[in-house]
């Protein structure tokens, strides 16, 4: 038996058994009610298979020229208690606030501002393909950037490299200094003989350095009257002597010239060279991380402020 009338107007519709379990509900007494303890098809769902939903809602019955684009809307606030599962495209047009863990398995695009306000957890490698600006203190064991661009701060490049750290004993005071410079990539080791005669230097020069660049600082301590050389040179070591065979003391720097590239011991530091930016360096740029060039200051002249 059907029942088929142009309109109808109700207070409440319910659908299959009577359902009690909601009388301890206030506003299951007000005028429009819809219960259905059943399933509930709307539109033309396009179903395959088993049920997969108490509710579920399709597009509207395809009428040429009247088929509305959406098959749900809702204004207003709406509640999810429990999974919410998406299976495919979701586009936000406003403002969205997360309040819980959030876990994304898969690509995530973003083509726009991307700004937060809260701690930042990562636990797997990020790839940036585009510039990327720190405004607040970053930290991270080894930041590893063969080719591409950090911004740390806005200023000048003036070719100064410094630090600057919190004083170790003045609260309120920090200590900035600024590395040395010079027309070599320079490493060097120091210390004091005592009871030996022999500099024993680094294992893992070997193959890092020029050692026909090495050059050797000695200064004898005590009061007596020293005459200390060096007699000997090779990957292992620095033998000293002093000419009259007395026991001595002293401090010792060592330096030495690190290949540009290990690899091609060719590869010269061009030290001055014709140029508008560091673009022009005649050599191999990828040897270099240029402080305020790769750091994305990009300022190719002195200031005159």
Known sequence: MSIKCAKVSSAKVQIGAYDASKLSLGQFGANGVLT???????????????????????????????????????????NYFGLLEIFGITNAFGFVTGFGGRMENGISIKNGVDVKSAFNIGLAASNFSGPTVCNAPLSAPTVTAPVGFIKIN????????????????????????????????????????????????????????????????????????????????????????????KPFECFYHVWVARWIDPRNHDEKLHVVYDGESPDDYPGNNENFLIGGWDYDHRETQWGNE
Not at 219 to 237: L, S
């Open 36 to 78: 259905n303890p059943g399933i509930s098809i709307f539109g033309e769902s396009f179903q395959v298979g088993i049920m997969r939903a108490g509710v579920t809602i399709g597009p509207p019955q395809a009428i040429p020229g009247l088929t509305l684009p959406a098959s749900l809307e809702v204004t207003g606030v709406a």
């Open 154 to 245: 806005n200023g000048k490049c003036t070719g100064n490299k410094p630090f600057d750290i919190p004083h170790w004993k003045g609260e309120g005071k920090r200590v900035r200094h600024v590395c040395a410079e010079g027309p070599e990539a320079g490493i060097y080791i120091r210390g004091r003989l005592k009871d030996s005669n022999v500099i024993q230097l680094p294992e893992y020069w070997d193959g890092l350095v020029d050692y026909d660049s090495i050059s050797v600082q000695l200064q004898p301590i005590g009061d007596r009257h020293y005459h200390i050389n060096v007699i000997e040179i090779d990957k292992e070591k620095v033998v000293v002597k002093e000419a009259d065979d």
